[in-house]
């Protein structure tokens, strides 16, 4: 039935296309460890990666770092979680997972090809805390994998904007990973008080934000680097704001976790995206769109 044929390529051209939705929340029912969090729903950040790691070959793997899915074959995270381990071969991303130690059947386990660092990451100061982790095969999006939305711009953020931060970290200070995906409501906190002598006393960039509350009852912690802080604005699409970096312990006053601003590598990440699956997809979008117009106007 070529008339209904046409009538459904801007549908798959919407999903396609589409990011940063969560098909599995219903966002009117929303209420909001990390620290000051609770247990995520499940499929309830269906971007949000484990990059985990082996010390050797043949041992089992270790969640090191969160990681945020932006394309079909491309994980960000942050340059500080490639500590030693360098190679690709030693470390795997898994996506679609809510229990750390339990897989679903829609959890897929992923081997990495390349490992790229920003070339300007900085260990002491962790400027450009930023890396990307291309997978050996795409994944297919399901309703508990899917990218998040990266940004053009640094989008205008208030105390009023909509963010949550997602892992697997600890809940207080040199505690121990959590078994279920942990997320939590943060404010973003304006760098001017942020960067004030009793606070971070000028070592936040512009490269970098802070998201927490000024008490430190929430924030990230050891393991949730590389993962997400996300908000979303008008509508339900939620945008990587920040990539969790750094920090003075955890949930310390005045000390809030430290963010890299995503939207400031925008053309970083570009540079280095080879999603050849988004580009065949497009091609397969217009040449049936275009056989479907002909169809439908040519020969109907
Ligand atoms: C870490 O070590 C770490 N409180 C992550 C976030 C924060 C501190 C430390 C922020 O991965």
Redesign the pocket.
Known sequence: MPAVYYTEIPVQLFLFLECGRRPLVDETAEGSRIIGGHDAQLGAWPWQVSLQAQPAPGEPFYHICGGSLINSNLVLTAAHCIKVNMSPESWRAVIGLHHLYKPHSRTVIQKVSTITIHSDFEWGTFENDVALFQLAKSVKYNAYIQPICLPDTSPPLSHETSCYISGWGSTYENGKAEHILQEAQVNIIPQQICNKFDWYAGAVSLNMLCAGTANGSV???????GGPLMCSFLDDTYYLIGI?S??V??GRPQLP?IYIRAANYRSWIDSHVFDKTTTVSIQFVLIFSTAGWVTFHLIL
């Open positions: 924030d990230s912690c050891q393991g949730d680097s969790t750094s920090g312990g955890c976790g």
